[in-house]
């Protein structure tokens, strides 16, 4: 098992930044690619971005792309994603997952409870 805690989700202004975090624990966090999505009301799950356990791969959904960058720290346990140039259309429901990777909600076995993020214009 992985536990997975998201945390840095607050109301930011338009074209403000943010940093999520997220903490793992239980079995090894380097022996799993980490992904981040989001959901908003009434929105089915969307894929953000994903690194590679090792942290030297990484891939990003077109809509955040040269906007968001996520990173990884395995001697803590941590993946981060650093939104930047934050819309509106940016509010939502900011989870974490653990698994093989990719953009398929389906490769992720574990998933933290979401931190909200609210993008005033």
């Known amino acids: 098992q992985v536990q997975l805690v998201e945390s840095g989700g607050k109301l930011v202004q338009a074209g403000g930044s943010l940093r999520l975090s997220c903490a793992a624990s239980g079995r090894t966090f380097s022996n799993y690619a980490m992904g981040w999505f989001r959901q908003a009301p009434g929105k089915e799950r969307e894929f953000l971005a994903t690194?590679?356990?090792?942290?030297?791969?990484?891939n990003y959904a077109d809509s955040i792309k040269g906007r968001f960058t996520i990173s990884r720290d395995n001697a803590k346990n941590t993946v981060y994603l650093q939104m930047n140039s934050l819309k509106p259309e940016d509010t939502a429901v900011y989870y974490c997952a653990a698994g093989v990777g990719g953009v398929y909600v389906r490769k992720y076995d574990y998933w933290g409870q979401g931190t909200q993020v609210t993008v005033s214009s």
């Open positions: 690194i590679a356990w090792s942290g030297g791969i990484t």
